[in-house]
């Protein structure tokens, strides 16, 4: 079964840091661009960064843009998210999502993983 699950979310005071995962199972990422999207309750859902098959190439919402790093290790099938210096702004529903276009909409990634809260409250 192909599968995306995002681990690492929580809740953060307001300048606090988190890393979020999004690992894949029954298929090897190396293939695929990777996104990351996110959303807030009663908005619609964001992109937030996405990364290229290497990794040699990402992009940045300019909401996150200086605060927020995208990294992937292929070796372990996995692409992170870190995330610093948080706001209350940035409280959302976490997902990452595989696809084949870079940087493409969220209607070009096929698969999606579950979500991953991260609330930044003090």
């Known amino acids: 079964q192909l599968q995306l699950v995002e681990s690492g979310g929580g809740s953060v005071q307001p300048g606090g840091s988190l890393r979020l995962s999004c690992a894949a199972s029954?298929?090897?990422?190396?293939?695929?661009?990777i996104g990351w999207f996110r959303q807030a309750p009663g908005k619609e859902r964001e992109g937030v960064s996405c990364?290229?098959?290497?990794?040699?190439?990402?992009n940045y919402a300019d909401s996150v843009k200086g605060r927020f790093t995208i990294s992937r290790d292929n070796a372990k099938n996995t692409v992170y998210l870190q995330m610093n210096s948080l706001k209350p702004e940035d409280t959302a529903l976490y997902y990452c999502?595989?696809?084949?276009?870079?940087?493409?909409?969220?209607?070009?990634?096929?698969?999606w993983g579950q979500g991953t809260q991260v609330t930044v409250s003090s």
């Open positions: 999502a595989a696809g084949e276009i870079y940087c493409s909409g969220e209607y070009a990634y096929e698969y």
């Open positions: 029954g298929f090897t990422l190396d293939y695929y661009v």
């Open positions: 990364i290229s098959r290497s990794g040699g190439s990402t």
